[in-house]
């Protein structure tokens, strides 16, 4: 839901930037300055900018920049202030590309010293819009103020369980501030992707650090990794699944394939037949509860078929069961195949690494006897 109304702009710090400043700030690489072919290597660095839900690539050129470091470059809402957070990375150009972006300079003090300022006049914007939902009863909860278009229009997000009749609001905000006045809603993932906050773990959110996408995560991956479905520690500050959840969901799938369902009944290469009492997904490995009142863990390649709860005698309950999960039957066959194996990989590239140096020497002699004849 957004609303836009057009009035003459006012003087604020946020709109103290100089036309030629805007010519200079739009600056970038087009079709009728560009230098690069298709399949030249271009380096580029991504840049994220305070109140952003994700950062942009910019062409970063013969600077040297580190993670972390403050630049002014232009974003979608105009020049900031933003801050370095990727390593630089080389592309292959293509003219799709275009047109690509270009950090303006390194922020100086003065840089940061104007987007304090900027900062000061949002806040100011953003108490005002809270007085104004106060006065007008409105269900909406405010979450960020920006300048945007070198402080030309206000933005205002906010978050709200429905639609929201924000006329006479956005007619207050338009007399007050004497400038293009927008309300865009959010969900509440955006809105912690924009403000940041510390996770749980103790680092900065990954949706407002360096992830681009997010929010692709469902109530399956927590039940694919065995996770107790607590949602107090499954949920995020924003009250959302975490989206590391599936940081690792691609592992325990594939882990998963290895292994025998869970409450499946199977038959072992050693005899032994009854029910997948847990998984070990990690490990790969499982504890079986047999016919005979045992548990026993055993390797995921110890499961010789699947069967059928009616094609065994498996009793509804045990006078007593004994665990015998101390020993794990396959493990020593399995690493002394991994041991093979890995033996096999080494002797490989071993070979390799010797074909390639004799190649080498058989160039370099080559190239000395035919200068020497």
Not at 9 to 18: D, G, L, Q, R, Y
Not at 59 to 76: E, N, W
Not at 167 to 175: A, F, I, Y
Not at 280 to 288: G, R, T, V
Request: aromatic share 8%; glycine share 6%; charged share 35%.
């Amino acid at each position: 839901m957004t609303q836009q109304v057009t009035e003459e702009n006012i003087e604020n710090p946020a709109s103290k930037t100089s036309s030629q400043d805007k010519k200079q700030y739009r600056d970038e690489i087009t079709e009728s300055n560009c230098n690069f072919a298709d399949g030249d290597k271009v380096k580029f660095i991504n840049v994220r900018f305070p109140g952003h839900a994700k950062s942009y690539s910019f062409v970063l050129g013969k600077r040297r920049l580190i993670y972390g470091q403050k630049v002014v470059a232009m974003s979608d809402r105009g020049i900031a202030v933003g801050y370095i957070n990727s390593f630089p990375y080389e592309l292959e150009f293509k003219k799709s590309m275009l047109p690509l972006r270009t950090i303006n300079k390194i922020a100086t003090e003065a840089d940061e010293e104007k987007e304090k300022e900027i900062y000061k006049t949002q806040k100011e914007a953003e108490n005002l819009c809270h007085r104004l939902i106060e006065k007008h009863k409105l269900d909406m909860n405010l979450t960020h103020v920006e300048f945007t278009q070198f402080g030309k229009k206000v933005v205002f997000y906010f978050i709200a369980p429905a639609r929201v009749d924000f006329r006479e609001l956005v007619k207050d905000l338009v007399s007050e501030l004497k400038l293009r006045i927008e309300l865009r809603q959010i969900n509440v993932r955006d809105r912690s992707a924009s403000m940041g906050a510390i996770g749980p773990c103790g680092r900065e959110l990954c949706c407002s650090s360096f992830l681009s996408k997010y929010g692709n995560v469902s109530i399956k991956m927590a039940k694919n990794q065995n996770l107790t479905l607590n949602y107090s520690k499954l949920n995020g500050v924003c009250g959302q699944l975490k989206c590391c959840l599936s940081y690792e969901d691609d592992v325990y799938t594939k882990k998963r394939k290895k292994l025998p369902r869970d409450n499946g009944f199977v038959k072992t290469k050693t005899g032994d037949q009854g029910k997948v009492f847990r998984l070990n997904i990690l490990n790969e490995q499982f504890d079986l509860l047999t016919d005979q009142g045992q548990i026993k863990r055993f390797t995921a390649d110890q499961v010789k078929h699947g069967i059928k709860k009616e094609d065994i005698k498996f009793p509804h309950k045990f006078d007593h069961i004994s665990d015998e999960t101390a020993k794990i039957i396959g493990l020593s066959e399995l690493s002394d195949s991994q041991h093979k194996q890995r033996e096999n990989d080494f002797r490989k590239m071993e070979d390799k690494a010797k074909d390639f140096a004799e190649d080498r020497m058989k160039e370099i002699l080559g190239t000395t006897e035919t200068e020497e004849s």
